[in-house]
């Protein structure tokens, strides 16, 4: 069955998007940093191997997994000098028939949850795959970022910061002819279900906090990114941007 990113040109959507690009990077290389020892890791939703750079070197065996056999393909091609690198056509939900559970040291799941409806699922895929003490890192669409706040508040919705409920960000019309759901999170929604399925945090980021076309047209991509990178921590203290990145450790 194909999936929907085989139809859809996702190496393409990232031509402009150095800033989030990197601002990515930027979390993930100082969560890795407080990772002393990694033999297994798996990526979940790795697509064409945007982030595969990062850290194919710090683990013996590596698994690339993504519902998609087109950018599957990319990262193949991509990787091909790499025989550490090992590659699963899978969803999430079917990931623990194909690999054994309880194997993996580190998971990084980045911009998949936003496309997952049954999320407390997903948590128990990713629970089940890890080892007793393994790292996750993940990223979820964050439904109370300051744009959305000040919007909302300007709307005269004073009690947006405490509903915790999830919403669809498609649009009406893409509603009608996509399958594919687009889900924004509230982060205590996250929390409770973190601490549902036994996950510890280790540390919280707030990433593309300056994700604005007005921004990126006036300042260089290395002023913005200088800003970024020493101001991850202070913005998620009210989860501010509209990406947030969690350090997270399953509870052995």
């Known amino acids: 069955m194909a999936a929907a990113y085989d139809s859809f040109d996702y190496p393409a959507y990232w031509i402009g998007r150095e800033y989030e690009h990197k601002s990515e990077i930027i979390a993930i290389k100082a969560f890795l940093h407080r990772i002393q020892k990694i033999k297994n890791l798996l990526e979940i939703g790795a697509g064409f191997g945007r982030l595969t750079p990062l850290y194919f070197y710090r683990a013996k065996k590596v698994v690339l997994?993504?519902?998609?056999?087109?950018?599957?393909?990319?990262?193949?091609?991509?990787?091909?000098?790499?025989?550490n690198i090992k590659y699963i056509h899978s969803s999430l939900e079917n990931l623990p028939n194909r690999i054994r559970p309880k194997t993996q040291d580190l998971i990084i799941m980045v911009r998949v949850l936003h496309h997952i409806k049954d999320i407390d699922l997903a948590f128990d895929v990713l629970r089940s795959l890890l080892k007793d003490g393994g790292y996750l890192i993940l990223e979820f669409?964050?439904?109370?970022?300051?744009?959305?706040?000040?919007?909302?508040?300007?709307k005269g919705?004073?009690?947006?910061p405490i509903d915790i409920s999830t919403t669809d960000?498609?649009?009406?019309?893409?509603?009608?002819?996509?399958?594919?759901?687009?889900?924004?999170?509230?982060?205590?929604?996250?929390?409770?279900?973190?601490?549902?399925?036994?996950?510890?945090?280790?540390?919280?980021?707030?990433?593309?906090?300056?994700?604005?076309?007005?921004?990126?047209?006036?300042?260089?991509?290395?002023?913005?990114l200088y800003f970024e990178k020493h101001t991850q921590k202070f913005f998620s203290l009210f989860d501010g941007g509209p990406s947030i990145f969690l350090l997270l450790r399953k509870r052995g």
Not at 65 to 83: C, E, G, M, N, Y
Request: proline share 4%; charged share 30%.
């Open 157 to 160: 919705n004073l009690t947006f």
């Open 65 to 83: 997994s993504d519902p998609s056999s087109k950018l599957l393909r990319l990262a193949r091609d991509v990787f091909s000098d790499k025989t």
């Open 141 to 154: 669409a964050n439904k109370q970022n300051l744009k959305s706040t000040l919007r909302e508040f300007l």
């Open 169 to 224: 960000k498609r649009s009406k019309k893409s509603l009608k002819n996509c399958s594919l759901p687009f889900f924004n999170f509230h982060p205590g929604k996250i929390d409770e279900i973190l601490a549902n399925h036994g996950f510890d945090l280790i540390e919280k980021r707030s990433v593309s906090n300056i994700r604005h076309r007005l921004f990126k047209r006036i300042f260089s991509p290395e002023l913005l």
